[in-house]
């Protein structure tokens, strides 16, 4: 009887997603960048786009340019988050720095990733209390900074914790009080503000990782699946306007697809909004 109800519960759950696929309206805007790289939005849904040399750019939603920060040294950001409600933060593997800008684009704080314990950071997000999480593939471990004071707050060795062959990390990021960690080859591994591992979602991709409310979300061929972190349920919201998108990032009433070299930015669906 109890497995009887939980094969009700869940045909019942995949049916009303199956309902609600996503139906958009004429884009918002479109936006041209050459060798664009990475995109984030901020809580007023503003658009941060990086570039292959490390040029971050500022749009509203409308498409139009507000802002431009060139580095003086150019290089590669693996990193570019705008969700923090005050900061920019940018991590630059190939550099072996962070940069944390304010919303204008000014820089506030950059310094070098290399201290006495930390000799390969490969991918790094900025974390509550100021606090940056770093992936050291030198000795895979997760290790927390105080990039104020500069020191070393914890390390945490996860070869044996994560049981997987292939460790390399493409992003870690932190979202309410959770830390992500992708792994294409084996899948997220999500942790807790401690840096303590919870539990692992079998999501392998090569796409910057996508939250919306309790939710992760990604681009799969045509279509736009998505993974419940409450209920750990996949589910598939159906075609999306075009089958050239890469990668999403969703924003307050706001959604953006990434093509080769372009953004485009739709209204958020209703049948997004209405998920819990």
Known sequence: MRFFLILVLSFASSAAFSQERLEFKTPLAEISIKEL???SLDTRDQI???TASGDVFL????GKQLNLFSPPRQARIQQLEASWTVNIFTFSADLQEYRVMDRFLNPIAENSLLLDNIILPKAATLGNNNVIWVWDESDLSLKSVDYIRKLILQSQPLNLILDSEDLRVTEIR???NRLFMNVPGSGIFIFDNQGNFLQKAAIQIEQRMCYYKEHLFWIDGKNLKGY????Q???DMGKLPTENFESVQIGQEIITFVEKEAIKVYALPEQLKRIK
Do not use: I, P, Y
């Not at 749009?59 to 409308?62: I, L, Q, T, W």
């Open 59 to 62: 749009f509203d939603k409308s």
């Open 233 to 235: 349920a996949f589910f």
């Open 37 to 39: 790289d990475q995109v």
């Open 228 to 231: 419940s972190l409450t209920s």
């Open 48 to 50: 941060f786009a990086s």
């Open 174 to 176: 932190e979202f309410k």
